[in-house]
Every structure is written in structure tokens, then in C-alpha cells.
């Protein structure tokens, strides 16, 4: 068998992708709907109706990158509490902001029990509204390489949204769905964890309808315990998969090999990454 057909070409997924992938995209958002999916409560608003039924024109955590009519995510970090900057936002036209306590700002605040839950709900519901096919890229190396190829090939064929830099954890993923636009068709994220259960959270926002496993490293194991704990961690990702979606695996990995031969649902494409 030579190396040529041994590789697992990114062709080879675009085969999947290309009869099943959504054309007639709409992503508008309003306050309500966002409220909605946040699980939050509509305060600080006179007129809730007509406040609900506005559309939201961005969304951000940086009060600095604020826009008229966009949404402000107040989230308490370990460096900087948003809320302390909910006003700035205000000034600089935000349309409502989303805060774990009310505060006494002139401005529609989406009240939730936490901020950062908020926000990947909200992604979540923006991810599941526009319609877009998801590819989402996982491993301990190579996500990067992987997923700017797979961008690269894709962008022959549809409109592609891409993850930039390393938006690829709790913050980034959410930031990454928030930047979709109604033309759209494909969005290749990359899915990075460091411990357990974040990979569940991670999949809970994308639902990817196929998942690219690259390998299986020794990393962050002062979480993961052993390769078998990154494992494990990493494939949280297959239980948010459609019935018909589909895995594609490194064949060369011990461990991804070994799962691939106890689990055949979503279906799995097996070969060989050349990283």
C-alpha cells in the first residue's frame, strides 16, 4: 500500500459533507431569543416586548470591541470582573448586556446564575439556528495544521468559517460561533481541553456533525492522569454527535485505533495523518 492511498485526504471528508451541507442559512438574533437561550431574565427594561424583539448585531466580552446594538457579556474573570465595565459598554452603544447581578446602568441587562454558561448556551442556540455543518477538530497535536488544511480544501467548494488563533477552549469556541454570518455553510472549529468534562461542554456548543481525531498525546496529564484519561476526556465529544455524523480517525494511535474497533456509531472513517 503506498503512502498516497494510506493518507487520510481531506477529500475524503469533503465526500461526506458535500450532499449534506445546508445552503439557506439565517442567523438573526434578537434580546429575547438570547435571553431565551441563556436561561436569563429581561431587568432593567421599561418596555420588555419591544426591547425583546430588537436584533442583536454582535456579541463580545470586550468592552473595547462594543458596537451600537451589540451584546455585552459581563463575565467575572480571574483578572477583571465585566461587570465593571458594563457602563463603558452602554456608552459605546450596546443594546443589552448579560450580568450575574443587576445593576443600576440605564441599559436592558439579560440577568443570569452565571455568565460564562450564558454565553456558550447562546453560541450554542446561534450554532443550531444558522444551520451550518460543523467539523470539529480534536487531539492533542496537529489541531491547528489539521483544521487550517481542512479550511484551506473546503474554501474551494463553500463559504467556511474558521477558528482564529487559540479560540478554541470555554471563551473561544463560543466567540468562534458568534462571528458566523448568514453565508456560511461550513464551520471547521478547533475543540481544546486540558480536564475532564470540558470536552463535554465543548461538543454540548458545537454538536459537530464530524469529528477529525488526530491523536492522542501525553498532554495535560496533571488532569488526565495517563493517555487513557486523554482519551477518554477527549471522545466526550461522541455523545453530541448526530446518529449520522461521522468520526475520522488516525489509524496510527494505539488508543484512537482501539476505540475506533469498540465503537461503530457515528460510523468511522479510518486512515493515516501525515502531521
Not at 470582573?81 to 441587562?109: F, K, T
Request: net charge negative.
Amino acid at each position: 500500500m503506498t503512502q498516497a492511498s494510506r493518507c487520510l485526504r481531506e477529500a475524503d471528508i469533503l465526500h461526506f459533507i458535500k450532499s449534506e451541507t445546508a445552503y439557506s442559512i439565517m442567523i438573526n438574533l434578537t434580546i429575547s431569543e438570547a435571553m431565551t437561550a441563556a436561561d436569563g431574565q429581561l431587568v432593567h427594561c421599561e418596555d420588555p416586548a419591544y426591547i425583546g424583539d430588537m436584533f442583536i448585531e454582535g456579541i463580545t466580552l470586550d468592552s473595547r470591541k462594543v458596537k451600537p446594538d451589540w451584546l455585552f457579556i459581563a463575565d467575572k474573570g480571574e483578572r477583571a470582573d465585566g461587570h465593571d465595565y458594563v457602563e463603558s459598554a452602554r456608552r459605546s452603544g450596546a443594546a443589552a448586556a448579560v450580568v450575574e447581578h443587576e445593576l443600576d446602568i440605564p441599559i436592558p441587562q439579560i440577568l443570569v446564575e452565571n455568565s460564562l454558561r450564558a454565553m456558550q448556551r447562546i453560541a450554542g442556540y446561534i450554532r443550531e439556528k444558522s444551520g451550518v455543518k460543523v467539523i470539529g477538530v480534536v487531539g492533542s497535536v496537529g489541531k491547528t495544521s489539521t483544521r487550517q488544511m481542512l479550511s484551506c480544501v473546503l474554501e474551494q467548494k463553500f463559504s467556511v468559517l474558521s477558528t482564529e488563533g487559540n479560540f478554541n477552549n470555554e471563551y473561544g469556541l463560543p466567540q468562534t460561533f458568534f462571528r458566523l454570518e448568514p453565508h456560511h455553510e461550513l464551520a471547521v472549529v478547533e475543540m481544546g481541553i486540558s480536564h475532564f468534562g470540558e470536552m463535554d461542554r465543548l461538543g454540548a456548543i458545537a454538536r459537530p456533525d464530524y469529528v477529525v481525531f488526530t491523536n492522542i498525546g501525553n498532554m495535560h496529564l496533571e488532569n488526565l492522569i495517563d493517555r487513557s484519561g486523554v482519551l477518554r476526556a477527549k471522545t466526550e465529544v461522541v455523545k453530541h454527535m448526530p446518529h449520522n455524523g461521522r468520526l475520522f480517525f488516525n489509524a496510527a494511535d494505539d488508543k484512537l485505533f482501539s476505540f475506533v474497533l469498540l465503537h461503530r456509531h457515528p460510523p468511522c472513517v479510518i486512515g493515516w495523518f501525515l502531521i
